[in-house]
């Protein structure tokens, strides 16, 4: 088990009740966060949340199994609830995780099963009305999420003026902010705006632990605040009517010039664009560019926050944590 040398604890009522040093979750981004990511950042003092949604039986056992292997950190679990996740959560609630993390759905039903297991229930909002239904619900903790943040965006509110209204509405559960957070900046306004921490999902991409492909991490370091592109019907193959931000590349240019065209009619629909293995990826497919992938990565989803122009480097996940730390601290002038 990998140990490291972590920056000083830093308390907030998140930290104190999932018991981790800092107050920095790692977003469940499918594809890209497995084990290794996982286990780094908990090592480092942060909160792992690690994704099942799509996973199969044998990976989640798999994955879970490696992780208790690599570190003792608390974890949550994350399954998104546009489908079905009975059999997923009670297989994932079987290796005891901290927390279960419920995304693009109301997690009402699921609160008293993840209570009865000794579990938190953490969900993610988009807005206050959102956000006071979960907390009647027994929600334990709340994850604001912005306009600005890559992958699947749920919400059309920024997370600038989310947060303040999430967490007036949230009262005594704590509230982490996600969306267009990269930095130790980030995490000190999003304390100052009454969050108890943050979700970061883009700068931890950047990782040698991370299981994004190389040719994914070396376009997010080269891109700018302004290269990313909020739609929902582009890279809708698998997952319909669900809202993303991603890397402009040239298939989106062009389907932007063309107009915005159907899945019948676009360029290349229907083509395999890539391999996973003996798993084809076809054109438009919502799949996240992973390591074990072949063929034109570029033309995949590489999802990306509007926070991507500040991640300029590949840096272990402990080192990226330990740097937001300082940088905080010196922005809110913590002891």
Request: glycine share 8%; proline share 5%; hydrophobic share 45%.
């Amino acid at each position: 088990m990998e140990k490291t040398i972590k920056a000083p604890a830093t308390s907030t009522a998140f930290t104190d009740l999932v018991g981790v040093d800092h107050p920095i979750a790692l977003a469940p981004m499918a594809g890209a966060v497995e084990s290794d990511l996982a286990a780094a950042v908990g090592n480092a003092g942060g909160y792992p949340i690690i994704p099942f949604s799509w996973s199969s039986r044998d990976t989640i056992e798999a994955e879970l199994t490696s992780l208790r292997a690599k570190t003792d950190a608390p974890f949550a679990v994350n399954l998104c609830l546009d489908m079905p996740q009975e059999a997923r959560l009670e297989l994932c609630l079987s290796h005891r995780p901290n927390a279960v993390h419920f995304f693009w759905g109301d997690a009402a039903p699921f609160v008293k099963q993840v209570h009865t297991n000794g579990a938190l229930v953490i969900q993610t909002v988009s807005t206050a009305i959102d956000a006071k239904h979960a907390v009647d619900a027994g929600v334990d903790i709340l994850v604001a999420q912005g306009w600005e943040a890559g992958g699947h965006v749920r919400g059309m509110v920024a997370t600038l003026p989310l947060i303040p209204a999430v967490v007036d509405m949230a009262g005594s559960v704590p509230v982490l902010a996600a969306g267009g957070i990269s930095d130790g900046r980030g995490l000190a306004a999003a304390l100052c705006l009454g969050a108890s921490g943050v979700v970061m999902g883009t700068r931890f991409l950047a990782t040698p632990e991370s299981a994004a492909h190389s040719e994914y991490i070396a376009q997010l370091i080269a891109a700018q605040h302004s290269d990313t592109l909020h739609e929902t019907d582009l890279y809708n193959v698998g997952w319909s009517n669900a809202a993303h931000r991603v890397l402009r590349n040239a298939v989106a240019d062009r389907w932007l010039a063309e107009g915005r065209p159907g899945n019948n009619t676009r360029h290349r629909s229907g083509e395999t664009v890539a391999m996973r293995g003996s798993a084809p990826i076809k054109a438009y497919q919502s799949t996240t560019p992973h390591h074990s992938m072949t063929g034109e990565i570029e033309a995949l989803s590489m999802w990306a926050g509007q926070s991507v122009g500040l991640v300029n480097s590949v840096e272990r996940a402990g080192t990226i944590i330990d740097s937001i730390m300082e940088h905080a601290r010196a922005a809110l002038h913590m002891r």
